[in-house]
């Protein structure tokens, strides 16, 4: 019993809170374009793009600062071309996200070779260095865990609030509501339907390759081959599985990071567990949390993955 006690530590819980950061940042912005009526399955992509991007903008400059620039370019550029594709050209989203994994993780494994060549050990760069909150990182026990973070993580679930809020509470959010609803009925009392659409797009890339860059410049200072290790479809699945609501899936990401925490752990531990089965000990513990406490109170929209046809005037 002790032993199993001993696994959860203060050290298992900070490790929580961090490890979360990158599907939570990832899904709440494809809570924004899931509630405009969009799917995104390439969030993949855009997560290891920002994972790379990070860091090729760190060791072009010197600054993981400017890597996280980087990175929120790239994914900014990456939720504007599929945005343009899905929503202007009216390609079938699921096979569009699909083809933008592929080429992704293709792409940026071939980058990295093309710029830093074969190498025994990847490029190391400048990061995002942890800010302690003053006073508040003194709290015993909470202390550490909560206020002891880099600044992408505590903004990860500051975002959460504010996603809830602006969606729920805010004519920006009932505009983004009704385009995914009813987009006929919103393009007929003046809303752009096609503009709120690109801005949740860019919007969700942006935040997608910004969860990438804390796997790099936060929890790593480095790229590796294919280190978004599936977080973009998780963060795709905790959004359907918490019922689009930007709380639901983060409740996803919190015990994803439980369980990324709990394995790693385990193997520090020598549990006497196969290898494989803790490794997918973080999707099977978050899949099970959303699915038990997801709440009620929203639903899929009527019109997700359906594209838009602007009627024509006469």
Request: glycine content about 12%; some cysteine.
């Amino acid at each position: 019993m002790n032993n199993i006690l001993s696994l959860f530590t203060e050290e298992f819980f900070y490790a929580t809170i961090r490890m979360a950061s990158p599907v939570i940042l990832a899904a709440t912005g494809e809570v924004f374009l899931q509630r405009s009526g969009i799917i995104n399955l390439g969030m993949e992509s855009m997560v290891i793009y920002g994972a790379f991007f990070g860091v090729l903008g760190s060791a072009l400059t010197g600054s993981g600062w400017m890597g996280l620039a980087a990175a929120m370019l790239a994914g900014t550029i990456t939720g504007l071309l599929y945005g343009f594709i899905v929503i202007t050209l009216k390609a079938n989203q699921s096979v569009t996200g699909t083809a933008f994994n592929i080429v992704g993780i293709g792409l940026t494994s071939f980058l990295a070779r093309v710029i830093w060549g074969i190498r025994e050990l990847p490029v190391q760069v400048d990061t995002i260095k942890p800010w302690s909150v003053p006073i508040l990182n003194k709290i015993p026990f909470i202390g550490h865990i909560l206020f002891d973070h880099s600044p992408l993580v505590y903004l990860a679930y500051i975002l959460v609030g504010v996603a809830t809020f602006v969606i729920f509470k805010t004519t920006w959010g009932l505009k983004v509501r009704a385009v995914g609803e009813n987009p006929r009925a919103a393009a007929s009392i003046g809303i752009n339907v096609y503009a709120w659409r690109y801005f949740c797009a860019i919007l969700a890339g942006c935040l997608a390759s910004m969860g990438g860059a804390v796997l790099s410049l936060v929890d790593l200072n480095m790229f590796v081959d294919g280190m978004s290790g599936g977080r973009g479809y998780f963060a795709l699945a905790t959004v359907i599985l918490g019922r689009w609501h930007p709380v639901g899936a983060a409740i996803g990401g919190l015990v994803f990071g439980a369980g990324n925490a709990l394995q790693m752990r385990m193997q520090a531990f020598g549990v006497k567990i196969p290898s494989d089965l803790l490794l997918i000990l973080p999707f099977v513990l978050a899949f099970l949390a959303v699915v038990i406490f997801h709440g009620k109170s929203s639903a899929k929209p009527a019109a997700l993955a359906k594209p838009y046809e602007k009627e024509a005037t006469i």
